[in-house]
């Protein structure tokens, strides 16, 4: 059955704790990272390296039962902190995406959202070469969190080959996807990131991928620092953002209903 294989994308971002509900969306406690991937484990899920998902997409071999992507934008020292040890344990590969300007910098980019205007620092040279080895894949999120799609063409085609070029010569090996900063995307943005050779592109519109999904328009499911462990399995057994027990019951209305004679079926 592996052409209706479904294989879900996460999408944490920091690692840390929460100073107000804004930041609670993007970032996730220690001790809440640690029940995740428990409760993760305890499911059967278990994490594929980056590469063996893109070459499943490209046509590559099926993936093991329980599959998933585990991936965390920006690159945060709370990453390399507090879940590192964790995946580390487990001995569970994960992918970063950083951005190649901003190396040993903060997030500066939120300041604008956030409310209290705090930033928090993202990983430097030497820890980003110390990770490489442990289980983590470093990739790109573009040179400084530009929404691409507000950009002309050549401060687009900048932000894309500039990383990539940047991040490989940091990495000392080739930099093959890209994770798109506020998710945002057009068609123009999607034609720049393939001609800078990217071969995959994350999104993140929520749902599952299967091996037809569009390679430059990969989902994935936005973890938030409030999703308790059963939100989490939820959001990855209905490929959904709301972890919630009412979308559950909803998930379950609508197939029983499309089973009725006269429901809505397929
Ligand atoms: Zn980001």
Redesign the pocket.
Known sequence: MSQSQRVPVLMY?RVGEAQNAWEARYAISADGFAAHMRALAAAGYRPVEIDAFVAWLEGGAALPEGAFLLTF??GFQGVREHALPVLEALRWPFTV?L?SDLIGGE?V?TRKSNPSGQTYPLLNAEEIRDMQGRGCSFQS?TRS?ASLPTLDDAALADQLAGSRQALAELLGHAVDYI?Y??GHLDERVVAATRAAGYRAAFATQPGFNRRDVDRYRIRRLDVFGTDTPAMLLRKMRFGSNDGSLAQAIRYFLERLRSRLPGGGGA
Request: aromatic share 24%; charged share 25%; hydrophobic share 40%.
């Open positions: 971002h934008d920006d995406f951005l997030d980019w999120h969190h994770a900063p506020f």
